[in-house]
């Protein structure tokens, strides 16, 4: 639900839209964002498409995709 909306390419002119509307779905349902496998994949991937934001990866140590 919440994450289907961020999906589409990867690149670095495509990224940082995706990451915000992460962080939109996150603040409005954080429990369901973190639960959310298809969620955790799509952090995964921008995390290894390119350069990153503190605000990614701070997402994806939340969503648990970082150690």
């Known amino acids: 639900m919440w994450g289907s909306g961020a999906r589409g390419g990867t690149g670095p002119t495509t990224a940082y839209p995706r990451v915000r509307a992460l962080l ?9 964002t973190h639960a959310r496998p298809a969620v955790k994949s799509l952090v995964s991937g921008l995390l290894v498409a390119g350069r990153t934001t503190t605000e990614l990866r701070g997402l ?4 648990g995709v970082l150690a």
């Open 24 to 32: 939109a779905a996150e603040h409005h349902a954080p429990e369901e």
């Open 60 to 63: 994806a140590a939340r969503v």
